[in-house]
């Protein structure tokens, strides 16, 4: 099943976000991307949001997976500093991606051969100076 959506501003990239948020159960993979400036901290925000997450929510490029409490555990990774499927199983990622929370990606393609088929892939696309395009494809794979 694919979404598709336009925002004309961050608060509008929140909404849906914070609406894909609310449909999340322990275990699914939220596979963001998209390049740089496009929009996947505040998504990542936006999912945290309606979580509960009561923590600010900040792009985890240095720290690579920052992990936060609210109705479910949410594990907020980034990637982009990562160049092999190696190092990202060096690190331990494969375990969260079969825990008990929702883990939400940033540069997600990293993964390669280690996405879970049932992932809910995110693409985040500028539209112009403040919009954004947001394609949202799941699968009906559990």
Known sequence: MTEHYITNSEAETLDVARFIGKSLCAGTVV?????????????????????????????????????????????????????????????????????????????????????PESAVAVSLSPAGKSRREIRIERSDKP
């Open 31 to 115: 596979a963001l991307t998209g390049e740089l400036g496009a929009g996947k901290t505040v998504f990542a925000q936006g999912i945290a949001e309606s979580l509960e997450v009561r923590e600010q929510i900040t792009s985890p490029t240095f720290t690579l997976i920052n992990e936060y409490r609210g109705r479910l555990p949410l594990f907020h990774m980034d990637l982009y500093r990562l160049d092999s499927t190696g190092e990202i199983e060096d690190i331990g990622i494969v375990d969260y991606l079969y825990g008990d929370g929702v883990c939400v990606i940033e540069w997600a393609e990293k993964l390669g051969k280690l996405m």
